[in-house]
């Protein structure tokens, strides 16, 4: 399976449907997009399909945990692209309120059950960055953190708007 989007792997959509055809419950499809959401919010470009997996208990699939979790946003020399599209667009500074109704119609979900996770974790995730940021400050000092928190920010504040 090819990882990224652009270079013919699944998008979102794609993901949605799979996931659908193999019987993954309405919780773990909202599990999946939660993490979309919140690899989105932390500047996490890197969140290709592969990044994403479904773990099978007695025969019943379920969502598994989240892994891979970075902010790429920080790092000069990864491009800026989400892995894969929301509503039609890749590039972070880009991606508005607009494309996350367009990706909901896409997947078959309610734009506002998507609005509501979406602000709910836009809403919250820059003050728990900042206090995990002065957690690993204070044992690990390092100038990352603080970028980290930045970029988390104003990505927040991009789709709040």
């Known amino acids: 399976m090819l990882k990224y989007q652009e270079d013919g792997g699944p998008g979102i959509e794609d993901c949605m449907r799979r996931l659908a055809e193999i019987h993954l419950p309405a919780a773990g499809r909202l599990n999946f997009i939660r993490t979309v959401l ?34 790429t946003m920080v790092y000069d020399n990864i491009a800026k692209r989400f892995a894969m599209s929301i509503g039609g667009e890749k590039r972070m500074g880009m991606i508005k309120r607009a494309h ?3 990706m909901a119609r896409s997947c078959s979900l309610k734009s506002k059950l998507v609005f509501a996770e979406l602000d709910n974790m836009a809403k919250t995730l820059p003050t728990t960055a900042e206090s995990l940021a002065d957690e690993l ?3 690990y000092p390092n100038t990352i953190y603080g970028r980290c928190v930045w970029e988390i920010g ?3 504040r991009q789709v709040l708007s």
């Open 137 to 139: 400050n204070a044992q």
């Open 100 to 102: 996350f109704e367009q």
């Open 38 to 71: 919140f690899n989105f919010l932390i500047g996490n470009c890197d969140a290709h399909a592969k990044n994403y997996a479904v773990l099978y208990h007695n025969g019943k699939p379920s969502f598994s945990p989240a892994y891979d979790l970075l902010s």
């Open 154 to 156: 104003k990505l927040c």
